[in-house]
């Protein structure tokens, strides 16, 4: 397991260029604020976790774990279970569900701070992989599906949870309507980072897995305006406050502009209401 080169936790470091990199970078940056602010995440977790099939999970497969959000939910709901891999590039992330199951003698963890592309998996050695609000991130995401469908007993369970078309319209159009613009790739991010459905469906099934079942759900949120800031840096600080290749001075200006918008709608509405959609998939390699 590799761990060096991440800045700690909590702190602000200029960040790699590359575009995996410079995610892990924003996770680990704000992986001390994750869970607080976040909790929308855990419940959905606790949603897709609560759709599975029941059945004896002993060894399970969390990509882009993070905080481990899916893996303590599935701990919670399969008390089997004997053995994690949690795979995700954001040391800082790691960390924290490295504490979070530090007292769990009963288990075998093995934690690859890499990139979903690089992991390293015994074939067919996993009952259960699952991976939430993290697909999105992922540069490749057929590749990934198909080293979780190969990492997958036959018969094993495959589920997945990410952010679904529509999910932060309104954020997106308060960026749309920045006047002066907003940087190229704060749009581009909508159409990069917010998953069809159709897209997961097709991948799911390219891979050789068998849906069972999926569905998407369509959430209005409403919330103080620091939430939904305190929510957008935890998860995304990487595409907005470093986005790659601008002057810290050109971001701060169109963030804080950003910002006064969300809380212009607030102050409208009484609160910040945004759409968020999810897409839930749970499949199964045939065997
Ligand atoms: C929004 S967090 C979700 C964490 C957790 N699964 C949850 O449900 O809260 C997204 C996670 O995906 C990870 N990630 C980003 N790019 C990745 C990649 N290429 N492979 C694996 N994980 C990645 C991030 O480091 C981060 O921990």
């Known amino acids: 397991m590799s761990t060096g080169g991440a800045p700690a936790r909590g702190t602000f470091e200029e960040p790699p260029a590359e575009l995996t990199p410079h995610t892990a970078w ?78 769990r003698d009963d288990l075998e963890v093995e934690l690859q701070n890499v990139p979903a592309e690089e992991m390293r998996l015994e074939p067919a050695g996993v009952d259960l992989a699952i991976s939430t609000m993290a697909f999105h991130w992922l540069p490749d995401r057929r590749a990934v599906a198909t080293s979780m469908a190969a990492a997958l007993r036959p018969g094993g369970v495959f589920a997945v949870l990410a952010p679904s078309a529509g999910a932060d319209l309104e954020f997106f159009q308060l960026v749309r309507e920045l006047d002066p613009p907003a940087p190229s790739e704060w749009l581009d991010a909508e159409r990069r980072y917010i998953l069809d459905p159709a897209e997961l469906e097709r991948v799911v099934e390219d891979v ?68 968020f959609n999810k897409v839930f998939v749970v499949a199964r390699r045939p065997g």
């Open 26 to 103: 924003g996770f680990s940056t704000t992986s001390a604020d994750y869970d607080r602010s976040v909790t929308a995440n855990q419940r959905g977790a606790h949603r897709l976790v609560a759709s599975l099939p029941t059945e004896a999970y002993e060894r399970i497969l969390d990509v882009g774990c993070g905080t481990g959000l899916a893996t303590t939910e599935v701990l919670g709901r399969f008390p089997g279970v004997r053995k994690v891999i949690g795979v995700d590039p954001a040391e800082g992330m790691l960390a924290e569900l490295r504490d979070k199951l530090a007292t």
């Open 208 to 275: 050789g897995l068998e849906i069972e079942d999926m569905w998407v759900e369509e959430r209005v949120r409403r919330v103080t305006p620091d939430e939904f800031i305190d929510r957008m840096k935890a998860v995304a600080t990487h595409v907005f406050l470093r986005t790659p290749g601008y002057e810290p001075a050109v971001l701060e200006d169109a963030w804080s502009r950003t910002e006064d918008g969300i809380r212009a709608r607030a102050a409208d509405r009484g609160a910040f209401e945004y759409r």
